[in-house]
């Protein structure tokens, strides 16, 4: 009887030795699968980082029309739409972002963030509108639908687009300053052309980066967004002796200075000359001496 009950306890000693392993390894595989849901749906989430919109509008970004505050998660399906005058940042690492302009709308896709309408600047991730696909996980581009055309811009690193039902364009690759016109369909592809510096210029200046206070990420890799480095100011220079003063120019000595003579004034010793009266010469003087002869009367006609 003995030998029974020692056996019946054995067995269930070994029984329990046994449950507790793999209970153990059940509780950490629940453990660590739990974990990895969670992180897999924190990895497919974009969280809303900043909104910018005028000072008088409110209840301009919605998720499934339900307006939405920073901070709010977009999970896979959901669609995010921006009023007029109103634009979102979304974030999912330090890495991957992107930014939703005025008058549009987004919608996370499995393997892509699906824009229906307006523009987006992408960073890192991939995006799609209509039948096109853009693998942007090398470089930061804009993505715009205009009527029934996408136009896709890669302002840093490079791109890859394709168009899985055009055989001809299964993959197109897009450089730095690059951009390509595509229908929605996918049946019209247009050539890759080169962008001016004008046109970056006008997009890194325009409603997709201006008003923003948080950087897109990877936002230093685009050129025209690089703050030139400020050269310093070289200091003045502090000399402890005070710099030599040169002596004022002393004149020559084989020089001496100018007399002026002054003007000369009349002497006391000269006099004004006398003007003598004219004399009279010595035949006038005895003319005028001798007297006039007498005066002979007139005899009357008939006397002797």
């Known amino acids: 009887m003995s030998v029974n009950v020692r056996h019946w306890v054995s067995q269930h000693f070994i029984l329990w030795a046994l449950c507790f392993p793999i209970a153990g390894v059940g509780l950490t595989l629940t453990i660590l699968t739990t974990d990895w849901s969670s992180t897999s749906q924190e990895k497919r989430q974009l969280r809303v980082v900043e909104i910018v919109q005028q000072p008088n509008l409110s209840d301009t970004v919605f998720v499934n029309q339900q307006p939405i505050q920073v901070g709010t998660s ?36 499995k393997d892509c963030l699906q824009l229906g309408n307006g523009s987006v ?13 853009v693998n942007g996980t090398k470089g930061i ?62 997009i890194a200046n325009g409603p997709l980066f201006q008003g923003f206070q948080i ?19 070289p200091a003045p220079s502090i000399s402890s002796e005070p710099p030599p003063i040169s002596p004022a120019p002393t004149p020559s000595a084989s020089v001496q200075p100018t007399t002026i003579a002054p003007s000369p004034t009349p002497s006391a010793s000269v006099k004004p000359t006398a003007i003598a009266p004219a004399t009279p010469s010595p035949a006038t003087v005895e003319a005028s001496q001798q007297p006039a002869p007498p005066l002979r009367p007139k005899h009357a006609p008939g006397c002797s």
């Open 74 to 109: 977009l999970t896979r399906g959901q669609q995010l739409t921006t009023q007029a005058g109103a634009k979102v940042a979304l974030q999912k690492t330090d890495a991957e972002g992107a930014r939703l302009g005025s008058g549009s709308s987004l919608t996370l896709e």
């Open 121 to 133: 600047v992408i960073a890192g991730l991939s995006g799609c509108l209509g039948a096109i696909i």
């Open 141 to 202: 581009y804009t993505l715009e639908r205009i009527n029934y055309s996408a136009e896709i811009k890669v302002l840093a690193g490079q791109v890859e687009v394709a168009v899985p039902r055009n055989p001809m364009a299964q993959s197109i690759p897009l450089q730095q300053d690059q951009k390509i016109t595509i229908g929605l369909t996918g049946d019209e592809v247009g050539p890759v052309r080169l962008m001016l510096p004008s046109e970056t210029q006008r």
């Open 215 to 233: 950087p897109l990420p990877k936002q230093a890799e685009i050129a025209e967004l690089r703050t030139p480095p400020i050269a310093p100011t």
